[in-house]
């Protein structure tokens, strides 16, 4: 079974200003208050960016696989 690359949240630097969870259009991201992160449900996780490209701190990005592949999946469709 493949393992899924997941977006990758630098906890360090992420300031919990929530950005990111009202950017998800699948909700796959939550703040956990008693812990104080934000957490990825993977399972709904589309890979779609937008967390990535709202986040003020620049705390979540997406792996290079993922952005080579979206990168080249818009050179297809014309859009890059």
């Not at 709904?44 to 937008?50: E, I, L, S, V």
């Amino acid at each position: 079974m493949t393992k899924k690359v997941m977006p990758e949240i630098d906890r360090e630097i992420c300031d919990l200003c929530g950005d990111c969870l009202a950017a998800c259009p699948t909700q796959a991201l939550s703040l956990d208050a008693e812990r104080r992160v934000i957490v990825l449900d993977e399972e709904h996780c589309a890979y779609c960016g937008d967390c990535e490209a709202i986040c003020p701190a620049g705390a979540i990005r997406l792996p290079y696989e993922i952005r080579l592949a979206k990168r080249n999946k818009g050179d297809q469709d014309g859009s890059a």
